[in-house]
């Protein structure tokens, strides 16, 4: 159980430096061992707009940004007009009395006015730095702690500028001690230090444990992380990372690398995946191995860059014409993303076909913090049926360069499970084309004048029969809560964790029993284990970020079950946890089937 | 500048290698009398006489007539999606740099619908040879006005005759940072099998736009118009290291029009040249896979 559970919510302009106070609150608590979450609202905008970022930390499980604020650090004065009315009893406002007038606040709100420009010697960049001082002074943080992390940021500017930051730092740390009222609880320290990521490092990083050799991307929020962290590796781990003129062009040049043998992925968001698909359903026909993620944002079109949505489902499940077999997984968190990578290309080399990551903004661009042991790079690797030149075994054949009417080795044969080995250009004796016309077991077009029915359906049918052995290498979802709650709710991807601090609070707050089913996989469907769970429910509601309840729709073309109650949202922002918690009291009360709750940070 | 050594091409036994090594699994289903039949047998030719095997040869096409063509050849083949050729051919090359990469397809696939990825691919000056079957029509879809139709050609989507200007493949490349840029005919293979080698063995892009007749669907490109105009460079003391006079003769058309190497420069490196991930470790494809427990514990560290 958490004994503390305590946000913070920084708020001001683009360009203010929300990012780096953010960043040394983060780290701090999570070096104390404190589990973290960490979101930010921002918008398209790089210099002007507000920008608010949400910091929670606790002793307990953190799986969302939660519902409340404990200290609010308004930078500007837009940012307290927003803010201000979101604080209540027992919590505290911490802000420039110099520039910031405070307004109105509720009964039991902590004004803590900084006199910033005596404490910074009129320094106009030291501002945020007192602030944070303050702050982690009234949370019991020893000054040590913020100290080292001012020494780490500021370590290539020299002792000069460490020296000057961490006096504003105790100017700021002392007046809280000697002017304001600490909070009645101290952020503990663990023992043990934990590691910060953000979602779209995670997948990165799996990548980087999964062994991909070639990157590609296009820059576009909010995947761009992705390329980033790639691109900062990529010498010092042998990745070739590269930039393309279009999305068209990343998912037809990793394709290119990846029938080589290398594995190759690439990440984009709506938009960009919408230019992939025709090359995605190229990897389809060719039977090429890629992981590309979708890390979706509002849409449609250029929607809302900066905001999150869950609205590519059907974008992912129809991406490219005609039938052919793809694998769809909606990681539910950071350490999951990182973890799905590496599990995702095995089977995309094992099974030969295309897997796509439905990421979303709340995930990549959130920031969690995980213990560092379950980072393990040291995954499982299988590359499937593949043929590298190392394997020549027909070297010695009377035509080692394969030629004419020689059909010693059929790339597309048609086996058993519909798997066929995959033999890399450069080996010998194993010449085939890769063909995205149809094409016979040894990759001769049959869509021209070949045309035959009967080896349309037979090349159809081996590649789809593929997709019946996935099912047993996934684990199938669980339901997590007792099996004979009031309400089960069902959600996918990235709503996992804070549908799980709904159904905690359902029952700790409300008296309400509610159970929870989480879903990853998308393609294939666990559609058996899943009617098995829910015919059993007494009400199912279905959680998820977008307008139309495009999961909720695909659960019932799968099973056959219709949910009885929707939530959804699709405002840009993510769920917190009372949003959920209102709208299941609000269905079990009868009052309605579909909640759309209302964002109350204005963002 | 750093100075640029030939690649060097492996010669196998030649009691391995004949011409016929080079033939694919079935015969040509283009219209008898096509263009491409003879730039096909010049790529044969030239994979044979520069000595390079079939299974280290991966020769990479978009969609159309022309795109058919790695059915009909005994090398590693893709045939991919309309456009798309060089974007696959350049991530195949950089996935294996080992692999003698050669791109194939028509006007409308490369200059058309593959537009951006042809202007992309050569200012990387990446080390692929670009065959473009030039026949200034749309062909297997019966037809239409192309990016290389001249003004005023009556196609079947230009009835009344096309009003929008062509794009000029030559000196487009030859300012897109291409390093070699020459054009070939369908009627004068032997010297189009020396300008294909001529771009194998060039190290960077290398684009070969080929006058392929369309017998069927282009009335006004015939071997009939281009038999008497073709002008042979090499055969006219044409300097390729001289910028100006190549895009001079780039834009040369009418009574004569050049064929031949109209552009090239060694004094530059090609991307993989420049890529320090492919510096040593042989093809990216071939590695390792994973990483080492002091990367990881490097990785992780930055998160801590």
């Known amino acids: 159980m958490a004994t503390v559970d305590f946000s913070i919510g920084i708020g001001g302009e683009a360009g203010q430096g929300i990012a780096t106070p953010g960043d040394i609150l983060a780290r701090i608590f999570a070096r104390r061992g404190l589990n973290l979450n960490a979101y930010n609202a921002y918008q398209s905008i790089i210099r002007g707009g507000h920008t608010f970022l949400t910091i929670r930390a606790s002793d307990g499980p953190v799986r969302s940004m939660g519902d409340k604020l404990d200290v609010l650090i308004p930078l500007n004065q837009d940012a307290m007009n927003r803010h201000l009315r979101l604080m209540g009893t027992g919590t505290c406002v911490l802000f420039d009395v110099d520039k910031i007038k405070p307004g109105t606040a509720a009964e039991g709100v902590q004004l803590c006015p900084l006199p910033t420009k005596q404490l910074t010697t009129g320094n106009k960049l030291a501002g945020n730095t007192v602030a944070i001082a303050a702050t982690l002074q009234m949370l019991g943080v020893e000054f040590k702690a913020l100290e080292d992390a001012l020494t780490r940021i500021f370590k290539r500017k020299g002792d000069a500028v460490i020296t000057e930051n961490v006096g504003f730092a105790r100017a700021g740390y002392d007046y809280a001690t000697a002017n304001f009222k600490p909070f009645p609880f101290k952020a503990p320290d663990l023992g043990k230090g934990n590691a910060v990521l953000t979602g779209n490092m995670a997948l990165a990083m799996g990548g980087v444990a999964a062994g991909v050799k070639f990157y590609a991307a296009y820059p576009m929020s909010p995947s761009t992380g992705v390329l980033m962290y790639m691109a900062s590796h990529a010498q010092q781990l042998g990745i070739m990372v590269r930039q393309v003129e279009d999305e068209i062009g990343v998912m037809n040049m990793i394709i290119g690398a990846a029938q080589t043998g290398c594995r190759a992925m690439c990440a984009t968001s709506g938009g960009g995946f919408a230019l992939m698909t025709e090359a995605i359903g190229m990897a389809g026909m060719i039977e090429t191995p890629v992981v590309c993620i979708d890390v979706q944002r509002a849409g449609p079109a250029t929607g809302v860059p900066t905001k999150t949505e869950q609205g590519d489902l059907w974008q992912a499940l129809g991406a490219g014409q005609g039938d052919y077999p793809r694998l769809i997984v909606a990681p539910t968190d950071q350490l999951d993303a990182f973890r799905t990578i590496p599990e995702l290309f095995n089977l995309c080399d094992k099974f030969q076909c295309p897997g796509l990551v439905l990421s979303d903004l709340l995930i990549s661009e959130g920031t969690a913090s995980v213990d560092p042991k379950e980072l393990n790079f040291k995954t499982k690797i299988d590359r499937g049926e593949i043929i590298f030149p190392e394997a020549i075994v027909n070297g010695q054949a009377q035509n080692p360069f394969g030629g004419a009417n020689d059909n010693a080795y059929l790339r597309y044969k048609n086996t058993e499970s519909g798997i066929s080995p995959r033999a890399v250009p450069g080996v010998m004796g194993h010449i085939h084309v890769a063909a995205t016309d149809e094409h016979d077991e040894d990759g001769t077009l049959i869509s021209d004048e070949f045309t035959n029915p009967a080896k349309r359906r037979m090349m159809v049918e081996k590649r789809a029969r593929k997709m019946e052995a996935v099912l047993a290498d996934i684990v199938p979802p669980k339901l997590v809560g007792p099996e004979t709650a009031a309400v089960t709710l069902v959600g996918w991807g990235s709503t996992e964790g804070v549908i799980r601090e709904a159904v905690e609070k359902l029952a700790s707050e409300e008296g309400i029993v509610a159970n929870q089913l989480a879903i990853k996989w998308i393609v294939p469907f666990h559609a058996d284990e899943i009617s098995h769970l829910l015919v059993r429910s007494k009400k199912i509601i279905v959680v998820e970020n977008n307008h139309s309840g495009q999961f909720a729709r695909y659960l019932r073309s799968e099973t056959g079950i219709a949910a009885h109650g929707h939530i959804r949202k699709y405002d840009g922002e993510p769920f917190m946890p009372h949003h959920i918690i209102d709208a299941v009291k609000e269905q079990l009360a009868g009052k309605t089937e579909l909640s759309v709750p209302t964002h109350e940070i204005q963002v | 500048m750093s100075s640029i050594v030939e690649p060097t091409i492996t010669t196998t036994s030649v009691a391995a290698l004949v011409k016929d090594t080079y033939k694919g699994k079935i015969h040509p289903d283009w219209c008898p009398g096509c263009g491409d039949f003879s730039v096909l047998s010049a790529l044969q030719t030239a994979l044979f ?223 993989e040249e420049h890529e320090p991930v492919l510096d040593e470790g042989g093809p990216l494809a071939f590695r390792k896979l994973g990483i080492s427990d002091e990367q990881a514990q490097l990785l992780v560290s930055e998160l801590l």
């Not at chain 2, 045939?79 to 996935?95: D, M, N, Q, Y």
Request: proline share 5%.
């Open chain 2, 49 to 271: 006489e520069l000595g390079l095997k079939p299974h280290e040869v991966l020769v990479v096409s978009g969609i159309g007539c022309s795109s058919n063509l790695p059915g009909y050849i005994n090398t590693y083949g893709m045939h991919t999606l309309h456009g798309r050729s060089l974007a696959v051919a350049t991530g195949a090359k950089l996935g294996n740099h080992e692999l003698k990469v050669i791109a194939t397809g028509g006007d409308g696939d490369g200059y058309g619908i593959g537009g951006n990825h042809f202007t992309h691919t050569m200012r990387r000056n990446i080390d692929l040879t670009y065959l473009v079957m030039d026949n200034q029509i749309y062909g297997l879809t019966t037809g239409q006005t192309s990016p290389t139709s001249r003004k005023g050609m009556k196609t079947k989507s230009t009835p009344h005759g096309n009003v929008e200007n062509p794009i000029n493949p030559i000196p487009l490349a030859i300012v897109g940072g291409a390093t070699y840029v020459a054009r070939g005919f369908s009627g004068k293979q032997k010297h189009l099998v020396e300008l294909i080698k001529g771009a194998i063995q060039h190290k960077g892009f290398s684009l070969v736009d080929i006058f392929s007749p369309c017998v069927t669907y282009n009335k006004d490109n015939t071997y009939q118009f281009f038999n008497p105009r073709v002008k042979i460079l090499e055969e006219q003391g044409h300097d390729t290291s001289d910028f100006h006079k190549a895009m001079g003769k780039g834009y040369e058309w009418g009574e004569e029009i050049p064929i031949g190497v109209f552009w090239k420069r060694t004094d530059l490196p090609s991307l």
